[in-house]
């Protein structure tokens, strides 16, 4: 695999992402935290996720289709959702 190629997955990856972070987003129920940019940066984490994780399961040569992208950017929004986010935090009284 050339830099070229790998360049080339990375960028598709995050592409893929920006769709499914909104998808993503729709499966997990609840108030979200996130506005659009965290979103975006949930479908791309979610994408990246189940990119790597493919890779690792299934060999090099593994894209990951619009499935494994979206659950995986409902994983990411949970996980914001549950344990981080601005609106998470309580202030001091």
């Known amino acids: 695999m050339g830099d070229g190629n790998l360049v080339t997955y990375l960028v598709g990856l ?3 992402g920006l769709i ?3 998808l993503g987003r729709l499966l997990v129920p609840g108030p979200n935290p ?3 940019l965290g979103t975006m940066a949930a479908g791309v984490a979610g994408s ?4 790597l994780v493919g890779r690792l399961v299934f060999g090099p040569n593994y894209g990951p289709g619009w499935i494994a992208s979206i659950l995986g950017a ?3 929004v949970y996980l914001v959702t549950r344990y981080g986010g601005p609106s998470r935090r309580r202030p001091y009284v």
């Open 14 to 16: 995050a592409v893929f």
């Open 20 to 22: 499914a972070g909104a």
């Open 34 to 36: 996130l506005g659009c």
């Open 48 to 51: 990246f996720l189940a990119g």
């Open 74 to 76: 409902a994983v990411v």
